[in-house]
């Protein structure tokens, strides 16, 4: 990597954007960086989303920044600002808390260089604490594609980090509906359609003091999430990037929540009313071990609007005072099973019972309707996959034909048949039980889901519907051909998920927390993971 301006000599503008809300006291140092940069072909544009600080003073000592003043508007429409003004071919966002190593616009010009097709490179950046002056480096080396690895988590950390060409942000503008996270809703929506780079080298210095935005923990990681709800649903592929993605948001939020909570005496914890809120609402057996430990009434007394608001009364309400709230209608939130507000609340349990089983999915590998948890979880152990169809017009089934009558299915042939949310759609089932057992392999496995308490689809497959089912049910359906020894059940749900999943409520409104508690009196889905027996 060269140190030297000269190789950059006469080459592009680069654009550097501050966007600035009352960051006064931190701007000095964020302009001084990008002034001390090795490369010289720079401007320096500051966005004053509506300071009341004294930030104008500051921007005016230096007579090369070019200074544009707006009402509050918020992050994503001062960054969206300082886009349309820009000059340059290469736009950096340098916050005005942050700053620039002085390599940083010369290693990403480098790397931009080297490759024009991409439509922004990312490197490594320091965290550093004003509290004690310590600092650690935050840098990661991607294992997966960035769009997949995005879908797991934020792996740039940093924005300042970030050179993009100016034509991709012309392309995808800030979202403005978005409080936070707009960054890495914008990293989500170019590495979809383009590729990037990422690298080692650190850039960037990243400020941590008492007024950053990311320790609002909730406030954060609710915004994390719905940034996720818009990508990686069923028809991508991405579905099980985007719910591991869900669950390290989850995870790294309550861990830093948690580890300020753990250090404090109980009267500073009960200030903390934002982190004490995201662990009641995702980890709550930590929540109640830590309030237990230090002062479970204290916090009851102080805390009580948060945990009335959020979590369930110790007693049931009186009678004829259950406060029913956005439930008290007779009409749904979706009619369309939760897709239109960020996936159905059964896919969790569908897809958590493949990938649990996937270890099944391999060889020749029969699927109802499509191949697409075929590919998802079963990936390279597949050697052939194959598609069966009721519908003679699908050009990509290599079999049609009815399940519970399909003599063009041939006898002991597959290793595996996923039928997901199928069952309940043929009228005489138990035949197409025997048809499954009848064509898979000895030693095969049939991994079955079928809904327990659901709606009826108001789409057309609604005239279709005729069953809904039962962990015994499905038991004692499976076991007439495979076995009981052979088969392994488990329902899934509870009443609040069988009542938010008949109201429509998506998947990620929510807690894992929730999903994973299973009443066996609210069956909501049911699974099935049944082995033919090697020897008949």
Not at 275 to 288: E, P
Not at 293 to 313: D, E, P, R, T
């Amino acid at each position: 990597m060269t140190q030297t301006a000269n190789y950059y000599k006469n080459q592009s503008l680069v654009s550097v954007v501050i966007a600035n809300y009352n960051h006064g006291r931190y701007l000095a140092t964020a302009i001084e960086s990008v002034l001390s940069q090795s490369y010289k072909n720079y401007e320096i544009i500051i966005v004053d989303d509506g300071s009341t600080d004294g930030s104008r003073s500051v921007a005016e000592q230096y007579p090369s920044v070019r200074y544009f003043y707006q009402q509050n508007q918020g992050l994503s429409a001062a960054r969206n600002k300082g886009i349309d003004v820009a000059l340059g071919k290469y736009i950096v966002f340098l916050d005005a808390d942050d700053w620039l190593y002085n390599e940083a616009i010369s290693i990403n010009l480098e790397f931009l260089t080297g490759n024009r097709n991409a439509a922004f490179v990312s490197g490594a950046h320091q965290k550093i604490n004003t509290n004690d002056g310590t600092s650690v480096t935050v840098s990661f080396n991607l294992a997966n594609e960035p769009y997949q690895q995005l879908l797991q988590g934020n792996y740039i950390g940093m924005h300042a980090t970030v050179m993009y060409r100016k034509w991709a942000l012309q392309e995808f503008k800030f979202d403005t509906s978005l409080r936070a996270c707009e960054d890495y809703d914008i990293y989500l929506r170019i590495t979809k359609r383009y590729p990037v780079i990422h690298h080692q080298h650190v850039i960037a210095a990243y400020l941590h003091h008492g007024g950053n935005m990311s320790f609002n923990y909730s406030f954060m990681l609710s915004n994390a999430l719905k940034v996720l709800e818009r990508f990686g649903n069923k028809n991508n592929l991405n579905s099980v990037d985007k719910a591991l993605g869900i669950d390290n948001w989850k995870q790294y939020y309550t861990t830093e929540a948690a580890n300020v909570l753990t250090i404090l005496p109980l009267k500073k914890m009960l200030q903390q009313r934002d982190s004490l809120r995201i662990l009641y609402d995702y980890n709550r057996s930590f929540f109640f071990k830590l309030v237990t430990k230090k002062g479970w009434q204290a916090l009851k007394n102080k805390f009580k609007s948060v945990i009335g608001k959020h979590g369930v009364s110790e007693t049931n309400p009186p009678l004829y005072h259950v406060n029913l709230g956005d439930l008290n209608r007779t009409q749904p939130f979706s009619t369309q099973f939760g897709y239109d507000r960020g996936g159905p609340v059964d896919r969790y349990y569908i897809e958590k019972f493949l990938a649990k089983h996937s270890h099944l999915i391999k060889g020749r590998v029969l699927e109802i309707g499509d191949n697409e948890y075929t590919l998802h979880f079963g990936a390279s152990n597949v050697a052939q996959s194959e598609i069966l169809h009721i519908d003679s017009n699908n050009t990509k089934a290599t079999y049609v034909g009815d399940l519970s009558n399909a003599p063009t299915l041939p006898n002991n042939t597959f290793d595996c048949i996923i039928l997901t949310q199928t069952l309940q759609f043929i009228y005489d089932y138990q035949k197409a039980i025997a048809t499954c057992f009848r064509v898979l392999k000895p030693g095969g496995s049939l991994l079955l889901t079928v809904p327990g308490i659901s709606h009826i689809p108001q789409d057309e497959w609604g005239k279709y519907c005729c069953w809904s089912f039962t962990e015994t049910s499905i038991q004692k359906t499976t076991s007439e051909h495979f076995g009981s020894d052979y088969i392994q059940t488990e329902a899934y749900g509870n009443v609040l998920v069988a009542t938010a999943f008949l109201y429509g409520m998506g998947r990620y409104e929510l807690h894992d927390a929730t999903l994973n508690a299973h009443d066996p009196h609210y069956q909501v889905i049911i699974t099935a993971a049944c082995r033919k027996p090697a020897i008949l």
